[in-house]
């Protein structure tokens, strides 16, 4: 998956209630349907607000605001200590349980991401540009604590465990463990569908 500018991008309010209807799946409710009017829960639960926050910061850098996506980002920092950067594009039914220490620099992020605490995903450097950063596929579990840093690709349905550092490219539905992280493929049966 690459940022495109020529791709018809999801609406702020579709992102926004895909990213709740994550969180009801999660927390026992997956039956409940989100309504529009449940929008402002993306802001005051704290599970939901940092996602929220990145939301609103994206759909400002998208709009070419970007000094009040900068605030905005900050204000994820100073609330929740969770830094997602607004260049980052991140698709529908993104998921953090536990945000805090989290540092998303990634080019773009699949759908169906759940990513825990203490995550870094970014630049194998200190750079202040935007290339040389992962690209995350879809339906993506990150563990606490893991690394995901450099110009890397990890494929669609990968798990990377706690604690893992990944530095090199990866293929689809890869376990990914240990430091620098082996990757071994996750058995799945032809019809099994990918809920993380």
Same mark, same amino acid.
């Given at each position: 998956m690459t940022p495109d500018s020529r791709v018809i991008r999801p609406s702020l309010i579709y992102l926004l209630k895909s990213d709740l209807e994550r969180h009801y799946f999660y927390s026992g409710r997956a039956e409940k349907p989100v309504r529009s009017?449940?929008?402002?829960?993306?802001? *005051? @639960?704290?599970?939901?607000?940092? @996602?929220?926050?990145?939301? *609103?910061?994206r759909w400002l850098h998208e709009k070419r605001i970007k000094p009040l996506a900068k605030i905005l980002t900050w204000c994820n920092f100073f609330l929740f200590g969770t830094e997602i950067a607004s260049n980052c594009q991140i698709g529908?039914?993104?998921y953090m349980p536990h945000a805090a220490g989290t540092v998303i620099g990634a080019m773009s992020i699949g759908h169906h991401a759940v990513i825990y605490h203490q995550v870094t995903l970014g630049a194998k450097e200190i750079m202040f540009g935007y290339a040389g950063r992962p690209v995350v596929g879809d339906n993506v579990f990150?563990?606490?604590?893991?690394? @995901?840093?450099?110009?890397i690709v990890i494929g669609d349905g990968c798990i990377i465990a706690a604690n893992a550092v990944v530095n090199k490219s990866t293929p689809i539905n890869s376990l990914l463990v240990g430091v620098p992280a082996k990757a071994s493929p996750v058995k799945r049966r032809p019809n099994d569908t990918v809920l993380y």
């Open positions: 009017y449940h929008i402002w829960r993306n802001f *005051l @639960v704290p599970r939901c607000a940092p @996602v929220g926050i990145y939301r *609103l910061s529908s039914h993104f990150i563990a606490a604590g893991a690394k @995901v840093i450099g110009d």
